[in-house]
């Protein structure tokens, strides 16, 4: 697989001339879709209820045109992403229309949780200027040790090349899953009940020195 490596704007990265395996190969890296609790995925602004879940889909559908996210009131869109576990984010794809409609920035937020359109005007841990890419070649490559334990995702992408909505057709995440681990919570509750038995000398002692 020939790639074309930009390293202005955020680290873009363009795949050129997909084979059968390499189509299969970045299927495998772009399956985090999968960890994805899509019944609390969040789409703010979005025209059609429900529509901004549809966008997280498996590679080889990325140019399925038939599920896409409009936004409403204006070109600004939206999502709080939630994780089954904790991710390792390494690069996304981002496809919207061949037109003004197609998203023209993108900022990250990680493990912020019910983020508004408020709360995104506050710094990101990464931003990005989009290019236009109706074809999925165009890969952002993430700062990995920034987003290496994330559960929850907001991608915010506040304008686009002029249209007065935004159309997005796919984004596609790469990176690491682990399960999410709550041995803690455990340990917490086990310790929190005494055991009589590491304590019957003391319990006896007390009660010898009130009878003296």
């Known amino acids: 697989m020939s790639h074309n490596h930009s390293h202005g704007g955020g680290g873009a990265c363009a795949h050129e001339a997909l084979g059968i395996e390499d189509e299969l190969e970045m299927g495998i890296q772009y399956s985090l879709y999968e960890k994805i609790d899509m019944l609390n995925v969040e789409c703010l602004n979005e025209e059609t209820e429900g529509s901004g879940r549809t966008v997280f889909k498996p590679y080889n559908q990325r140019l399925d ?6 936004s409403d009131a204006d070109e600004e869109l939206l999502f709080n992403i939630p994780f089954t576990g904790n991710v390792k984010l390494k690069g ?28 995104a005007g506050a710094s990101a841990d990464q931003e990005f200027e989009l290019e ?11 700062k990995v040790v920034t987003f290496s334990s994330v559960h929850h995702l907001s991608i915010y992408f506040p304008t686009n090349y002029g249209d007065s909505n935004t159309t997005v057709y796919y984004i596609g995440l790469k990176g690491e899953f682990s399960e999410a681990h709550h041995h803690g919570v455990t340990i917490c509750t086990y310790e929190s009940r005494p055991n009589v038995a590491d304590h019957k000398h003391d319990l006896f002692d007390s009660v010898n020195h009130q009878v003296q």
């Open 65 to 70: 045109f038939d599920r896409f996210v409009t």
């Open 92 to 119: 996304i794809i981002v496809i919207g229309a061949n037109d003004d409609s197609h998203p023209r920035k993108m900022k990250l937020f990680k493990n912020r949780p019910k983020m508004t359109f408020d709360d």
């Open 132 to 142: 236009r890419d109706s074809n999925g070649v165009i890969e952002y490559s993430t």
